[in-house]
């Protein structure tokens, strides 16, 4: 129930993991296998359903693998449905106004942090009491805990988002921020170009701004890479050999 990417925080520790957009419990194991810290499920772009979040989790909780998510939307049942699959992090995108980030919060955290609603998946250990009031001292802890376990990650990418950024910051809970550089090109008429001068200031600028509030970027707690980075280039330096 820990928050392990906040725990490696404290030690100095970059979280390292690799974001799949398609269910594998192979792949997941050999990850765990080789040291990874976390996986992300991207529930936004990528091909999961409820039943493959589940065997997802129960794999990479095997091998060590804290499971992140990128939700397809943050509507509270949306988020629900990955939480009670056992998810311990969620990355909410299309973040645009204080509105939503206090629905992203709302939708993670129990009160008094949030509404999230109760379910009686596994990420409620299937709301068996007898397993609640041994591991956790009760319901009434384990939703504390549970809050707390939570790591929650706005994605800005869009321009409405950088002009509400600061209304943005003013809510509390989220832990760490994070852009969608192809959609924020899109958004200022710059299509496929992430990489274009004024994208990157826009970047800059919001980087600068959500650090001087006091927040904090996701690449101080987390680095990650996709499973296509890791085959295709590293199959490319493996047939170089």
Same mark, same amino acid.
């Given at each position: 129930m820990r928050?392990y990417?906040k725990k490696l925080?404290?030690?100095?520790?970059?979280?390292?993991?690799c974001?799949?957009v398609?269910?594998? *419990?192979? /792949?997941v194991?050999?990850?765990?296998m080789? %040291?990874?810290?976390? #996986?992300?499920?991207?529930?936004?772009?990528? +091909?999961?359903?409820?039943?493959?979040i589940?065997?997802?989790v129960?794999v990479?909780?095997?091998?060590?693998?804290?499971?992140?998510?990128?939700?397809?939307?943050?509507? *509270?049942? /949306?988020?629900?449905?990955?939480l009670?699959? %056992?998810?311990?992090? #969620?990355?909410g995108p299309?973040?645009?106004? +204080?509105?939503?980030?206090?629905?992203?919060?709302?939708?993670?955290?129990f009160?008094?942090?949030g509404?999230?609603?109760w379910?009686?998946?596994?990420g409620?250990?299937y709301?068996?009491i007898?397993?609640l009031?041994k591991?956790f001292g009760g319901?009434?802890?384990?939703?504390?805990?549970?809050s707390d376990s939570?790591?929650?990650?706005?994605?800005?990418?869009t321009?409405?988002?950088?002009?509400?950024l600061n209304?943005?910051?003013?809510?509390?809970?989220?832990d760490?921020?994070?852009?969608g550089?192809?959609?924020?090109?899109?958004s200022?008429?710059?299509?496929?170009q992430?990489?274009?001068?004024d994208?990157?200031?826009?970047?800059n600028?919001?980087?600068q701004?959500?650090e001087?509030?006091g927040?904090f970027?996701?690449?101080?707690?987390?680095t990650?890479?996709t499973?296509a980075d890791?085959?295709i280039?590293?199959?490319?330096?493996?047939?170089?050999?």
């Amino acid at each position: 129930m820990r928050n392990y990417i906040k725990k490696l925080n404290s030690e100095n520790k970059i979280a390292k993991g690799c974001t799949l957009v398609y269910p594998s *419990p192979d /792949v997941v194991e050999m990850l765990g296998m080789s %040291g990874y810290d976390y #996986i992300r499920l991207d529930g936004e772009h990528g +091909a999961f359903s409820p039943e493959s979040i589940d065997d997802m989790v129960r794999v990479a909780e095997s091998v060590g693998l804290y499971v992140l998510a990128r939700v397809p939307s943050i509507e *509270p049942h /949306v988020i629900n449905n990955y939480l009670d699959r %056992g998810i311990k992090g #969620i990355m909410g995108p299309h973040i645009e106004n +204080a509105e939503n980030a206090q629905q992203l919060v709302d939708s993670c955290r129990f009160y008094p942090n949030g509404k999230r609603s109760w379910g009686g998946g596994r990420g409620n250990f299937y709301h068996n009491i007898t397993i609640l009031d041994k591991k956790f001292g009760g319901k009434s802890k384990f939703v504390d805990i549970a809050s707390d376990s939570i790591f929650i990650e706005a994605q800005i990418e869009t321009q409405a988002s950088i002009n509400n950024l600061n209304e943005i910051l003013s809510v509390d809970g989220i832990d760490a921020f994070t852009f969608g550089p192809n959609d924020l090109a899109q958004s200022i008429k710059l299509p496929g170009q992430p990489e274009h001068k004024d994208v990157q200031k826009l970047m800059n600028h919001a980087t600068q701004t959500i650090e001087e509030s006091g927040k904090f970027m996701s690449s101080k707690f987390l680095t990650s890479i996709t499973l296509a980075d890791l085959i295709i280039d590293g199959s490319k330096n493996y047939l170089k050999e």
